[in-house]
């Protein structure tokens, strides 16, 4: 059974940083390409970062410099590393994996919500 558990979400001012986790099971995570997504309000979800099984990674231009991808195949665990946020990166923000290229799987956790705010 796929799952994905997203955390390290919170309440950060503007310039601040995080750091989300994401455990995922039921998959063969070291030779997944692992995503983060994000969805604000009214807006449909964003995927913002990518890394390849060779941690090769990838960035929306609305986070690239300020965001890093991460993986540890030992924990079966994907990173984010939020720097420099924005009030615009308030989001519930989603961990996923591709099933098959460009195509995530079906599940999705029930995030973590970062809001940026002062």
């Known amino acids: 059974q796929v799952q994905f558990v997203e955390s390290g979400g919170g309440l950060v001012q503007p310039g601040g940083s995080l750091r989300l986790s994401c455990a995922a099971s039921?998959?063969?995570?070291?030779?997944?390409?692992m995503l983060w997504y994000r969805q604000a309000p009214g807006k449909q979800r964003e995927l913002v970062a990518t890394i390849t099984s060779s941690d090769s990674t990838n960035y929306s231009d609305s986070v690239k410099g300020r965001f890093t991808i991460s993986r540890d195949n030992a924990k079966n665990t994907v990173y984010l590393q939020l720097n420099s946020l924005k009030p615009e990166d308030t989001a519930v923000y989603y961990c996923?994996?591709?099933?098959?290229?460009?195509?995530?799987?079906?599940?999705w956790g029930q995030g973590t919500q970062v809001t940026v705010s002062s």
């Open positions: 039921g998959i063969s995570f070291s030779i997944k390409h």
């Open positions: 996923n994996a591709f099933r098959l290229p460009f195509i995530p799987y079906d599940y």
